[in-house]
């Protein structure tokens, strides 16, 4: 199997193996650059973390205000009942956003080590 051809910043070719039909290994070849940006952006900063807790303490924040409400009379009891059961369901899909991201993080660092132990198995067959 060819190596890939990519030029490392330090100067060294890179040692893993090129993509069938590429001359790049998954790392270097353009076509994913993209994914490799959305993998980094996930994976090495675990993007988007904050955002969910803000909205998990501001939904917090709405139901505590509605149960206070409710209880003094201000919001119907029915009312009350729909719109709590309405940001349950935004808890719920919070809860899944972060487990989607934390898949998508476990993804990123799954391929990056993939791609670390081949490119080690490859140097080895190399200097064997």
């Known amino acids: ?9 330090s100067g ?3 040692g893993a193996n090129a993509s069938p039909s590429s001359e790049w290994c998954w ?3 353009p076509d994913h650059a ?11 900063k675990r993007a988007g973390r904050s955002r ?12 505590m205000q509605l149960a206070d409400d409710v209880l003094a009379g201000e ?10 059961q309405i940001l349950g369901v ?8 972060l487990k989607v991201k934390e898949q998508q993080d476990l993804i990123g660092r799954l391929e990056a ?4 132990l081949e490119a080690r198995n490859e140097g080895s067959r190399w200097s064997a």
Do not use: F, Y
């Open 12 to 14: 060294e070719r890179c």
């Open 113 to 116: 080590l993939e791609a670390a």
């Open 52 to 63: 969910p807790l803000g909205e998990v303490g501001a939904i917090k924040r709405r139901l």
């Open 90 to 97: 935004c808890l719920r899909a919070i809860d899944t956003e």
């Open 27 to 29: 790392n270097h070849n």
């Open 75 to 84: 919001v119907h009891t029915g009312t009350g009942s729909v719109v709590a």
């Open 34 to 44: 993209e994914e490799r940006r959305r993998n980094a952006k996930v994976g090495g």
């Open 1 to 9: 199997m060819a190596r890939c051809t990519a030029i490392k910043p």
